[in-house]
């Protein structure tokens, strides 16, 4: 046996195979019929990086007809007769194989063939038709295609048996994966040499770091850009760009990018280097004065950034072979004829974006050979990753900012510089199965252009790496959507950019390690059969849940929260599912996720963050690591970043969150944090302790010191707390939350649409005083879940199954006396006592009789509504729900002017505008007919001033008199 320094292989059917052992568990692979291997176009241009690193125990044996690679602990034998491949992992278990020797020749092309396992699943291949997951069964050309609006071909594809192979060739190959065989991977070209990268990992999160090792990591994207961007219809002039942003702004809906179409130049479609803005439509100024009042500067300073749309036919080899020859590692001068050169000056108008509209020249072209010396049909592949590659670098040498590059077509290499969407897709659901399908194949900044008009578009994609609306030639502006999804899209707006550190902290994850922000369910859930073709859920970051275009969901095994009712199931197991009002689709929440909010701003930067918002749902143990830097230079790379490790860990008796000090520092980092905790119970605690330190229960105070006890929401089912960041000298910050003495289990599994079954939500204490609370709000989806929660306690308490109708009975009764007690005449409200009594008599089932009370109590809703002052601006529209939902809050004009950023006098006028009526008069009404329920419910005037607002009950009693004309004791208790 004879020990040697490479793999250098002469075959004994007369061609030559190279061996290397790249980084531990990967190798590269490399055959021809000349024995000649001059480096890949994909690695000379730096795109591709083929750097063979020190790996332990690697070495190469040859044992007679057999040379043996090891890299790590994974080990490649190649068969010197013919170049057969056998790959095995560090268990020393075969991972895959070769069935017919390979081949490579300047004659016939290139191909290898390897068996297949009978239940192996198969992922990757980038944005290629047909749109599925699992690319078991298919034959897939790598060819990115003219005709298609976005084609991004990648070639590489990863196992369920933990391998995965990758292709380093920019030559037209075929990807054919148990198509004619079942059993057979092939992968062939007609042009071009055997060049493969096989890698050996544990699960598909380690196949994914070792390939974007080689293929580049994604780009980690400016912080703004995990917002909103917003394109205008085409033939759009600056005036009417300005009129699309000042409509976000007034409304307020947060979106940072504004990006315009191709005709924003002079010729549409200037693929020179001579182009400039179109001198009408886009006037611009080189006088720094004139330049604030240009519409670029009214953008910036509105908060907005600015793309632009352009093509390229440009000969861009010429730069490529420049860099290929320098030694600085591509930090040379570019040389007069970069292409980027002539876009300096945009940049230096004011422009933070590009994006490139591919026409991609080689079709135009075909025949054409290039500077570098190749043909079209070889660098198809690579030219729009070389404009993607040069734009990046051009920017971000001039502007020492990271580049938003947006791109619609590519290949291997392309996440390290741009970000991309998987097009306009009239079928949604293929949009989304190709952000997944991006994902898989280690492009983590991928999404799709908004469907805005349906309720479910605007909920997919606002749940997305990144969030575009593009409008081309409509008007696809939220403010020109009807009133019901227009509401809905400024909910949606707003939770995700309170979100951002969330999202953000997943992009930093990816820029590391290649694991995407949107992640298809086998990239978290391997080992879950039911996991390996789901195209229409995935999961947002490591905790959220989100399905798409579908009434059925499947939930994985653990503990999972409704996002939006706060309903508590356990998987696995699968659902179906209804979103509720205000809702466009499923969203669920793991149990043991720690989610970090920010406020709500109108675009990223407006506000100083110094307290964060940590949305926890407690489970058996939780973790999350949030990572902060200045969101727009390279400094991040150099250590000028934060990260703060959190944990969140219950059982039976407690809940304990600990947060760690921040580690490291970076340009603009607040000094001073603090956190706001919103950890979601199931009953109202024992006690709180911090630091050991037991806190107060303050629920039943109106103006209490946030930093020195806390409180609990019944209708939310949360404790707030505050804290701040541990001092100098501790490590972190700990809080425990003791569980009342009956804990409740920590998940509820539901079958069917009607909780009947199950546990018993928020408490089983004071369950008709939580419904009838939701009842004041009169907003359905506080309502509806408070419904739920009660049927749920009343259904499990009752001793016998024949009791439903006497629980039905009651819920009629609390929500008939609540319309009742407002002054409404039921019969009004719900179409007659005869009505009621008639649907009562005929029920047969606890189905039915949830399903009356789900009626009459829309009914009442519905009323309430009809008789809340009418207000079509949002901001009014807020004010109104938060004046109704907390009227024990602290509820002065200058505390909610505050709260929305306004000044006292503005929202005044704004509200008498509005609604007709004075601030102070309406918080005064809806504060005295509480009280007046609330008295004659038995309530003691002490509390009812409480909960009514007023820290006196003297002055209470003084309003109430005067508002009544009836002191408050001469509301005695109704007698039944």
Same mark, same amino acid.
């Given at each position: 046996?004879?020990?040697?320094?490479?793999?250098?292989?002469?075959?004994?059917?007369? &061609?030559?195979?190279?061996?290397?052992?790249?980084?531990?568990?990967?190798?590269?692979?490399?055959?021809?019929?000349?024995?000649?291997?001059?480096?890949?176009?994909?690695?000379?241009?730096?795109?591709?990086?083929?750097?063979?690193?020190?790996?332990?125990?690697?070495?190469?044996?040859?044992?007679?007809?057999?040379?043996?690679?090891?890299?790590?602990?994974?080990? @490649?034998?190649?068969?010197?007769?013919?170049?057969?491949?056998?790959?095995?992992?560090?268990?020393?278990?075969?991972?895959?194989?070769?069935?017919?020797?390979?081949?490579?020749?300047?004659?016939?092309?290139?191909?290898?063939?390897?068996?297949?396992?009978?239940?192996?699943?198969?992922?990757?291949? &980038?944005?290629?038709?047909?749109?599925?997951?699992?690319?078991?069964?298919?034959?897939?050309?790598?060819?990115?295609?003219?005709?298609?609006?976005?084609?991004?071909?990648?070639?590489?594809?990863?196992?369920?048996?933990?391998?995965?192979?990758?292709?380093?060739?920019?030559?037209?190959?075929? #990807?054919?994966?148990?198509?004619?065989?079942?059993?057979? @991977?092939?992968?062939?070209?007609?042009?071009?040499?055997?060049?493969?990268?096989?890698?050996?990992?544990?699960?598909?999160?380690?196949?994914?770091?070792?390939?974007?090792?080689?293929?580049?990591?994604?780009?980690?994207?400016?912080?703004? $850009?995990?917002?909103?961007?917003?394109?205008?219809?085409?033939?759009?002039?600056?005036?009417?760009?300005?009129? %699309?942003?000042?409509?976000?702004?007034?409304?307020?809906?947060?979106?940072?990018?504004?990006? /315009?179409?191709?005709?924003? $130049?002079?010729?549409?479609?200037?693929?020179?280097? =001579?182009?400039?803005?179109?001198?009408?439509?886009?006037?611009?100024?080189?006088?720094?004065?004139?330049?604030?009042?240009?519409?670029?500067?009214?953008?910036?300073?509105?908060?907005?950034?600015?793309?632009?749309?352009?093509?390229?036919?440009?000969?861009?080899?010429?730069?490529?072979?420049?860099?290929?020859?320098?030694?600085?590692?591509?930090?040379?001068?570019?040389?007069?004829?970069?292409?980027?050169?002539?876009?300096?000056? #945009?940049?230096?108008?004011?422009?933070?974006?590009?994006?490139?509209?591919?026409?991609?020249?080689?079709?135009?072209?075909?025949?054409?050979?290039?500077?570098?010396?190749?043909?079209?049909?070889?660098?198809?592949? @690579?030219?729009?990753?070389?404009?993607?590659?040069?734009?990046?670098?051009?920017?971000?040498?001039?502007?020492?900012?990271?580049?938003?590059?947006?791109?619609?077509?590519?290949?291997?290499?392309?996440?390290?510089?741009?970000?991309?969407?998987?097009?306009?897709?009239?079928?949604?659901?293929?949009?989304?199965?190709?952000?997944?399908?991006?994902? /898989?194949?280690?492009?983590?900044?991928?999404?799709?252009?908004?469907?805005?008009?349906?309720?479910?578009?605007?909920?997919?994609?606002?749940? /997305?790496?990144? +969030?575009?609306?593009?409008?081309?030639?409509?008007?696809?502006?939220?403010?020109?959507?009807?009133?019901?999804?227009?509401?809905?899209?400024?909910?949606?707006?707003?939770?995700?950019?309170?979100?951002?550190?969330?999202?953000?902290?997943?992009?930093?994850?990816?820029?590391?390690?290649?694991?995407?922000?949107?992640?298809?369910?086998?990239?978290?859930?391997?080992?879950?059969?039911?996991?390996?073709?789901?195209?229409?859920?995935? $999961?947002?970051?490591?905790?959220?849940?989100?399905?798409?275009?579908?009434?059925?969901?499947?939930?994985?095994?653990?503990?999972?929260?409704?996002?939006?009712?706060?309903?508590?199931?356990?998987?696995?197991?699968?659902?179906?599912?209804?979103?509720?009002?205000?809702?466009?689709?499923?969203?669920?929440?793991?149990?043991?996720?720690?989610?970090?909010?920010?406020?709500?701003?109108?675009?990223? &930067?407006?506000?100083?963050?110094?307290?964060?918002?940590?949305?926890?749902?407690?489970?058996?143990?939780?973790?999350?690591?949030?990572?902060?830097? %200045?969101?727009?230079?390279?400094?991040? /790379?150099?250590?000028?970043?934060?990260?703060?490790?959190?944990?969140?860990?219950?059982?039976?008796?407690?809940?304990?969150?600990?947060?760690?000090?921040?580690?490291?520092?970076?340009?603009? $980092?607040?000094?001073?944090?603090?956190?706001?905790?919103?950890?979601?119970?199931?009953?109202?605690?024992?006690?709180?302790?911090?630091? &050991?330190?037991?806190?107060?229960?303050?629920?039943?105070?109106?103006?209490?010191?946030?930093?020195?006890?806390?409180?609990?929401?019944?209708?939310?089912?949360?404790?707030?707390?505050?804290?701040?960041?541990?001092?100098?000298?501790?490590?972190?910050?700990?809080?425990?939350?003791?569980?009342?003495?009956?804990?409740?289990?920590?998940?509820?599994?539901?079958?069917?649409?009607?909780?009947?079954?199950?546990?018993?939500?928020?408490?089983?204490?004071?369950?008709?005083?939580?419904?009838?609370?939701?009842? %004041?709000?009169?907003?359905?989806?506080?309502?509806?879940?408070?419904?739920?929660?009660?049927?749920?306690?009343?259904?499990?308490?009752?001793?016998?199954?024949?009791?439903?109708?006497?629980?039905?009975?009651?819920?009629?009764?609390?929500?008939?006396?609540?319309?009742?007690?407002?002054?409404?005449?039921?019969?009004?409200?719900?179409?007659?006592?005869?009505?009621?009594?008639?649907?009562? =008599?005929?029920?047969?089932?606890?189905?039915?009789?949830?399903?009356?009370? @789900?009626?009459?109590?829309?009914?009442?809703?519905?009323?309430?509504?009809?008789?809340?002052?009418?207000?079509?601006?949002?901001?009014?529209?807020?004010?109104?729900?938060?004046?109704?939902?907390?009227?024990?809050?602290?509820?002065?004009?200058?505390?909610?002017?505050?709260?929305?950023?306004?000044?006292?006098?503005?929202?005044?006028?704004?509200?008498?505008?509005?609604?007709?009526?004075?601030? +102070?008069?309406?918080?005064?009404?809806?504060?005295?007919?509480?009280?007046?329920?609330?008295?004659?419910?038995?309530?003691?005037?002490?509390?009812?001033?409480?909960?009514?607002?007023?820290?006196?009950?003297?002055?209470?009693?003084?309003?109430?008199?005067?508002?009544?004309?009836?002191?408050?004791?001469?509301?005695?208790?109704?007698?039944?």
């Amino acid at each position: 046996m004879d020990r040697v320094t490479d793999a250098r292989i002469s075959l004994e059917n007369g &061609g030559w195979i190279v061996a290397d052992a790249v980084a531990s568990g990967t190798f590269r692979i490399r055959m021809n019929d000349t024995g000649l291997f001059p480096e890949s176009p994909l690695i000379r241009y730096r795109i591709v990086n083929a750097i063979t690193e020190s790996v332990d125990e690697s070495l190469s044996v040859v044992c007679g007809d057999v040379t043996t690679i090891r890299a790590g602990r994974a080990t @490649l034998q190649i068969d010197g007769n013919d170049g057969q491949l056998r790959l095995y992992g560090p268990d020393g278990r075969e991972r895959l194989r070769t069935c017919c020797p390979p081949w490579s020749g300047s004659a016939g092309g290139f191909g290898a063939r390897f068996s297949l396992n009978a239940d192996e699943s198969l992922y990757g291949l &980038g944005n290629v038709v047909p749109e599925q997951l699992d690319r078991r069964g298919l034959r897939v050309p790598m060819w990115a295609e003219q005709d298609l609006w976005a084609s991004a071909p990648i070639p590489f594809l990863m196992s369920s048996g933990g391998w995965a192979v990758m292709v380093n060739t920019t030559w037209r190959h075929t #990807f054919d994966i148990g198509a004619a065989t079942d059993d057979i @991977l092939s992968i062939e070209g007609p042009s071009g040499e055997l060049d493969l990268f096989l890698f050996v990992g544990t699960g598909y999160a380690q196949l994914l770091e070792a390939y974007t090792d080689v293929a580049g990591k994604p780009q980690l994207l400016p912080i703004w $850009m995990y917002g909103l961007n917003f394109c205008p219809r085409v033939k759009s002039s600056a005036r009417d760009v300005l009129d %699309d942003a000042i409509k976000f702004r007034r409304s307020g809906t947060p979106c940072d990018l504004i990006g /315009l179409s191709a005709d924003w $130049m002079e010729t549409v479609n200037d693929y020179s280097t =001579a182009k400039r803005w179109h001198p009408e439509r886009f006037p611009t100024s080189t006088n720094d004065l004139l330049r604030q009042v240009s519409f670029i500067g009214i953008l910036q300073k509105q908060g907005f950034k600015l793309s632009l749309t352009l093509g390229c036919d440009y000969d861009l080899t010429l730069l490529e072979e420049r860099l290929a020859a320098d030694k600085t590692d591509g930090e040379c001068e570019e040389p007069e004829e970069a292409w980027y050169d002539h876009l300096r000056k #945009f940049v230096d108008d004011g422009i933070s974006a590009f994006v490139l509209s591919m026409k991609n020249p080689m079709f135009s072209h075909p025949d054409r050979i290039w500077g570098n010396g190749m043909t079209s049909a070889e660098l198809h592949h @690579l030219y729009p990753v070389l404009l993607g590659k040069q734009m990046h670098l051009g920017f971000r040498r001039q502007t020492n900012k990271r580049p938003v590059i947006h791109m619609e077509k590519g290949y291997l290499g392309m996440q390290q510089f741009v970000a991309s969407t998987a097009g306009t897709f009239y079928n949604a659901r293929h949009a989304i199965a190709a952000v997944l399908n991006y994902g /898989l194949s280690g492009h983590a900044n991928a999404s799709t252009n908004m469907h805005l008009i349906t309720r479910e578009g605007i909920h997919s994609d606002f749940l /997305l790496a990144w +969030s575009r609306i593009h409008s081309q030639d409509h008007f696809h502006h939220p403010d020109f959507l009807e009133q019901p999804l227009q509401e809905l899209f400024q909910r949606y707006a707003r939770l995700r950019y309170r979100l951002i550190p969330y999202l953000y902290s997943a992009a930093h994850a990816a820029a590391r390690t290649g694991m995407p922000i949107t992640r298809a369910m086998p990239l978290l859930y391997p080992d879950d059969r039911n996991c390996r073709e789901l195209s229409r859920q995935y $999961m947002l970051g490591d905790s959220l849940l989100v399905a798409v275009y579908t009434d059925q969901v499947y939930l994985p095994e653990g503990n999972w929260y409704d996002y939006w009712t706060g309903e508590r199931y356990s998987g696995p197991q699968w659902i179906a599912y209804t979103a509720p009002p205000g809702a466009g689709g499923p969203l669920f929440v793991r149990a043991g996720a720690i989610v970090p909010m920010w406020p709500s701003m109108d675009y990223i &930067g407006q506000l100083r963050v110094e307290t964060l918002t940590l949305d926890i749902y407690p489970g058996p143990l939780g973790e999350f690591v949030l990572y902060e830097d %200045d969101g727009a230079t390279f400094d991040y /790379l150099d250590g000028g970043f934060a990260r703060t490790r959190m944990l969140c860990e219950a059982n039976r008796e407690t809940t304990t969150v600990r947060i760690s000090r921040r580690e490291g520092a970076y340009a603009g $980092m607040v000094r001073n944090r603090s956190y706001e905790l919103i950890v979601h119970m199931e009953g109202k605690p024992a006690a709180v302790r911090v630091g &050991g330190q037991r806190r107060p229960d303050q629920t039943r105070r109106i103006k209490a010191d946030p930093f020195r006890g806390w409180r609990y929401d019944r209708l939310a089912g949360t404790v707030r707390l505050h804290v701040e960041e541990a001092g100098s000298g501790e490590s972190e910050v700990y809080v425990e939350i003791v569980h009342p003495p009956k804990r409740i289990p920590a998940a509820v599994s539901r079958s069917g649409t009607v909780p009947v079954d199950g546990g018993v939500g928020r408490g089983e204490d004071g369950t008709d005083e939580a419904f009838v609370a939701a009842l %004041d709000t009169g907003v359905l989806h506080n309502a509806e879940p408070a419904l739920a929660a009660w049927w749920r306690a009343k259904m499990k308490t009752g001793s016998s199954s024949a009791i439903w109708p006497l629980h039905v009975m009651n819920a009629c009764h609390l929500i008939v006396r609540h319309a009742e007690r407002s002054g409404w005449d039921a019969g009004d409200v719900f179409g007659g006592a005869a009505d009621t009594t008639a649907a009562l =008599a005929q029920l047969q089932s606890p189905e039915q009789g949830y399903e009356l009370l @789900l009626r009459l109590l829309g009914r009442l809703v519905r009323h309430t509504e009809e008789r809340r002052p009418a207000a079509k601006h949002p901001v009014v529209r807020e004010l109104v729900a938060i004046v109704e939902r907390e009227p024990d809050k602290d509820l002065s004009l200058n505390t909610m002017a505050e709260r929305f950023a306004l000044h006292p006098f503005h929202l005044s006028r704004l509200f008498k505008k509005e609604t007709g009526a004075a601030y +102070s008069d309406y918080v005064m009404t809806i504060r005295m007919t509480r009280a007046k329920k609330l008295l004659e419910a038995g309530h003691k005037v002490y509390e009812t001033a409480s909960r009514c607002g007023f820290k006196d009950a003297g002055n209470f009693s003084k309003a109430f008199s005067k508002y009544w004309g009836v002191p408050p004791v001469g509301f005695k208790p109704k007698r039944e």
